[in-house]
Every structure is written in C-alpha cells, then in structure tokens.
C-alpha cells in the first residue's frame, strides 16, 4: 500500500504512481552536505470556521480552523512536533476546497501560476470526487485524506521540493499524534499501530529525501526555517529514519557553526549523543 493510496477515493489514483520530488534544474554548488479515537471533550470550543474562496473554482467554502493562543503544548518531540494537550492542531492545518479537491496547508495556500492552476483543474479537479465535510470536528481519517489531496497539489503545481517535505513530514506528525491517541484496549488496536508507525516512517523518509534536495537548491528560509533550523531537523530525522550519515553531518555543522547559539549547539550534542548510542544499538543488533 503506497502512502497516497487513499486518493482513489477521490477519483485521483493516477497521482500516486507519479514521483514525489522532482532534481532541481540547477542546484547549487554547496556541499555541506484506528479504532477508536479518544477525542477530547473541548475540541469542538478550540474551534471556529474560517471563510475561503478557492482560487482554482471560485467556490465559497469554510475550514475548520484553531483558535489562535488558546491550545497549550505540553512538550516538543525531537524532530521538532509539537505536542498538543488539548486537541491536536495539525488536523487542521490543511485547507482543502469540498467542491474541487485543491488542497495546503494554509502558509502555501493560494498565490497560484496560470500554470498551476491550470494543472490542478486538468489533473485534480477534473477527476475529484465532491466531498462533503460536515462534523463538527475533523477525524484522523478526514486529517489524512486532506493530507494526501495536499501531497497530489503539491505534485502537480510543481511546488518547491521543501513544500512537499515539510507536508510529508507533518503528515508524519499527523499519524504520530494519531497513534498517541488510540485505546489500547480497542479492538485491532496492535494492528493498527503498527501500521500507523510504518506508514510514519515512511514520510519521514521522504520528508529528509526532500529536504536534502531543498537545502542544496533552494535558498533560506526552506519552509519557514533558517539553514541552522533545518539542519537540526534534518539531523533528527536522520535518527529517526536510520539515515546516520546525514544525521552525522547535519550536527556537525551546527556544532562547529560560528552563528548557531548555545542553546541550539547544546541541542545539536544531545542530539549528537543519541545517533552515537543509536547507531551502537543498530550495529550490536547485527
């Protein structure tokens, strides 16, 4: 099962078979190289519809979006997810338009090309499937089909390659925070575990393969983050996807870098710490 199966829901398979990330023309000469959902009582408060027009079909739509300083994080996972208390705010970080299936996350959405816009009539909106999206608040299924529509826009305007890492990785997040909220005394509960921490996985593989491509072709800040941001990011994902030698080398440079601060240095060596008692694991493992 590929990561953007769930497409064919909507009419939209095709896009699946198509590869994510595309080599830059020119890059630059740089070498640094579920079943059940326990949903808190409060959600439906910490939200309220937000009004959009889709640039792609002129349809009027509303997305459920969080309420601005009133969700608390109670800690920040080591590759930089933060982790909500009250509800989880990246179910809700994907505008997807119910008439034409034009999907992203809102700090990409809209500011469209002819082209791109274009493209997303021809390939997504001409075969979209309506939807209709009418809970009061969204589920983890309905979080991670707006997450695949995002992924197949994406795809198809051409979008930069860190757009389309930074969406791999929060859907990574997304089934994270999905995993943390399953019961597991629910029926299929292991089942569904396990597929959740491989599909995880497997976007946050992807997410580092864009962001080394990003970072060699792209110019700061990638995806809202300065070069020292994104090399720590990059580093955690190393770790966490067994990629040992970016990992390596991500650190390095913050450590030896003459910009980064302490606090982000005294990071980059706990961080340093870990891939070296990792990679000892892996190797005794063998």
Not at 43 to 60: H, R
Not at 152 to 181: D, F, P
Request: proline share 3%.
């Amino acid at each position: 099962m590929g990561f953007l199966d769930g497409l064919k829901k909507f009419g939209l398979g095709n896009i699946e078979e198509e590869d994510l990330y595309e080599e830059p023309k020119k890059a630059q000469v740089k070498k640094e190289e579920v079943k059940k959902e326990v949903v808190p009582l409060n959600e439906e408060t910490l939200l309220f519809d937000k009004k959009y027009t889709c640039p792609i079909c002129d349809k009027q739509f509303e997305s459920k979006t969080v309420r601005s300083g009133k969700v608390r994080t109670k800690g920040v996972d080591i590759d930089l997810r933060p982790d909500y208390d009250e509800i989880d705010q990246i179910k809700y970080d994907i505008i997807t338009c119910p008439k034409c299936g034009y999907s992203a996350l809102a700090r990409y959405y809209g500011n469209l090309t002819k082209f791109q816009c274009d493209e997303i009539r021809s390939k997504i909106s001409a075969n979209y499937k309506e939807q209709k999206f009418s809970g009061t608040t969204y589920s983890y299924e309905e979080a991670h089909m707006r997450y695949e529509l995002a992924i197949a826009t994406a795809m198809v305007k051409k979008a930069k390659n860190s757009e389309k890492a930074y969406l791999c990785l929060k859907m990574a997040w997304l089934l994270r925070g999905e995993t943390q909220r399953l019961d597991p005394n629910a029926e299929g509960y292991e089942e569904k575990k396990k597929s959740n921490d491989e599909q995880e996985k497997e976007l946050l593989k992807k997410a580092l393969d864009g962001f080394v491509i990003a970072r060699q072709s792209e110019t700061p800040p990638i995806a809202g983050m300065d070069e020292l941001t994104l090399d720590y990011l990059m580093g955690a994902l190393g770790l966490e996807t067994g990629d040992f030698d970016v990992a390596n080398k991500m650190v390095g440079s913050i450590i030896t870098s003459r910009t980064a601060n302490s606090r982000l240095k005294d990071k980059a060596k706990d961080l340093k710490d870990k891939i070296k008692e990792e990679m000892e694991k892996t190797k005794a493992a063998k």
